[in-house]
């Protein structure tokens, strides 16, 4: 079973930025697909970003794009996700997910994910 762990979430003042980290320990996570969640207060969860497994698919929600960059390095066993220009509605707990049978096509976000962190909270706010 991979473990995940998130990192990098604070408080940010709106047009600010931060870099999530997703660490990922118990197996190699080279072949597994990652994805970055959040939930705000009283909302569902949304898929915002998702990478595969060899870095040719990148999916992102279209309340980031253009915002939001997600990238990894298999040799750190890491996922980032790189936020700049951030709003107040990116409010929210920020959580990474993982499964190797998962990919990062339309709809990637449905469904379940084997492994989950437990989340890390980004506030954007002045």
């Known amino acids: 079973q991979l473990q995940l762990v998130e990192s990098g979430g604070g408080l940010v003042q709106p047009g600010g930025s931060l870099r999530l980290s997703c660490a990922a320990s118990g197996r190699t996570a080279d072949y597994y697909p990652i994805g970055w969640f959040r939930q705000a207060p009283g909302k569902e969860r949304e898929g915002a970003s998702c990478i595969s497994s060899r870095h040719s698919t990148t999916n992102y929600a279209d309340s980031v794009k253009g915002r939001f960059t997600i990238s990894r390095d298999n040799a750190k066993n890491t996922v980032y996700l790189q936020m700049n220009s951030l709003k107040p509605e990116d409010t929210a707990v920020y959580y990474c997910?993982?499964?190797?049978?998962?990919?990062?096509?339309?709809?990637?976000?449905?469904?379940?994910?084997?492994?989950w962190g437990r989340g890390t909270q980004v506030t954007v706010s002045s």
């Open positions: 997910a993982a499964d190797l049978n998962r990919s990062c096509g339309p709809g990637w976000y449905k469904g379940a994910f084997a492994s």
